[in-house]
C-alpha cells in the first residue's frame, strides 16, 4: 500500500511539473501578475519557496511539452525527463541531476553532459538523491580536476571552528570543516559513536547526539593521554581542577556536601563527586595555601595508578572491565573501588580498568564493586536490578581458556601397560 501511494504520487507530480512547463510557455504567470514562474507556483501550491524553484526548474530541464503553437519541445535532460513520467524517480532525483549537469557545462562537451545525465538518471532509479549526489560530484570531480581543487582550496580557506560556555557552563562548539578534516573527524568519532549495549542487554538508550558527545569525550581522553601534543611551559596538556581536601574527602551525602572544585581550563565549578570520579585515575599535585589563597608549598606529583599496574589490570580486565562492554580501545580509567580520597589502596585487588562511560555509571548509580579469584565482580544497585544478581566482569584469561579445553578436549589416552617378560 505504501508502494502504491507513493506510485500514484510520483503520477501525480511528473503531471504537474509538465503543466507547469506548458503554463510557462503560455505565459499565464505573467498574465496573472507573477514576477516570476516560481513566485506564480509558490502563491498557486503554498509551497515553500525552495520547493517551489526546484519544481520550475524540472519543468524546463526535463519534461517534454509544446509551445502555443502546439510544436512539441523535447526535454534538454531526455533520460531525466522519461525516468520523472515513468515514476522512476523523484523531483528531487532530478533536481540532483540538473545541478550535477550544469556544473559540467564549463568543462565538458554537450555529449559528455549526455553521457553524464544518461548515467545519473540510470543511477538514480536505485539510489537515494543523497547518494545521487555523491555520484554527480564525482563525475564533475573528473571533468574539471583543476576546478575540483580549487573549491577544495577554497573549503580551505573558509574553515572554522568556534567554541564558548554558555550561561549554563555547557561548553558549545560550531564548525565548518573542509573535506579532508571532516572525513578525519569522522573516521576518529564514528568508532567511538557506535551504539553499545546497555546494562541489561537492551539497546543503547543515548541518542545519536549524546553517542557523539561521549565518542568525543573518548577521542579527547586519547589526545591528553599521549604524548604527541604541544607542552605548555614544559608540561602535558592536561585536565586541572582545584579543590579542598576536606571537600572531596567528606561525605557527599550530608546535608552539607562540601564546597565544588574549578575547572581551571574555564572557570567553571564542578562538584566533589565528580572530582572524586576524575581522581581515580589522575596525576595529583598537593598545593598549600595560605589565607590569601596564594601557594606556599607544592609538593610532588603522584600518579594513582602507575604504568606497571596499568598494564597488569588492561592485561586482567581489557579495556573496560564492565559485564558486555564492547568499548573499542581507547584510554581507560583506573578506578579505584574503594577511593585512595578514603583511604584505599593502589594495588590490583582495589582497582578496576572501565571505559569513560562505565566510570561514570559506576560513580553514580553506585555499583559495588569486588575482585575474586582476580576477577572483577560487578553488583547492580536496586534500580536497576531489585535482585542485585552479582555480575563478572572482566574477560577471560588464558588460564581460563586453558580449564575450558580441558574441559572440552578429552585427554590423550595412557598406554596400556605391557606385561613383563620374565
Sequence with gaps: ?????????????????????????????????????????????????????????????????????????????????????????????????IDGVRRMEPVSTPAEQRQAEAVLADWARGFSPHELAKLAERIRYCFDQDGAYRDEQTQHRLRELHYGTAADGMTVVNARLDRETGAKFRAALEPLAAPRPAEDGEPDPRTPGQRNADALDALLDIALGSDRLPRA????????????????TRALRTEQPGLPGTLTANGQPITAENVRRLACDAEVLPVVLGSDSLPLDIGRAQRTAPPHLRAALLARDGTCAFPSCDHPPGTPDAHHITSWIDGGATDLSNLVMLCGHHHRAVHHQHWQITVEDGRPIFTPPPTIDPTRRPRPGGRPTSTDHTTLLRQVIPRPRQPEATPAHT
Design 1 to 97: 500500500m505504501i508502494r502504491d501511494a507513493e506510485a500514484v504520487m510520483r503520477a501525480a507530480m511528473a503531471l504537474q511539473v509538465q503543466a507547469i512547463a506548458e503554463a510557462e510557455d503560455r505565459g499565464l504567470p505573467a498574465e496573472q501578475g507573477a514576477r516570476t514562474t516560481e513566485t506564480w507556483v509558490q502563491e498557486k501550491l503554498n509551497i515553500a519557496g525552495g520547493e517551489a524553484k526546484t519544481r520550475v526548474l524540472v519543468a524546463r530541464k526535463a519534461t517534454d511539452h509544446t509551445t502555443l503553437h502546439g510544436e512539441p519541445i523535447p526535454a534538454e535532460l531526455p533520460a531525466t525527463a522519461r525516468a520523472i513520467s515513468t515514476g522512476a524517480i523523484t523531483v528531487a532525483h532530478a533536481r540532483v541531476i
Design 233 to 248: 611551559g614544559g608540561q602535558r596538556p592536561h585536565l586541572t581542577v582545584t579543590i579542598d581536601f576536606d571537600d572531596l
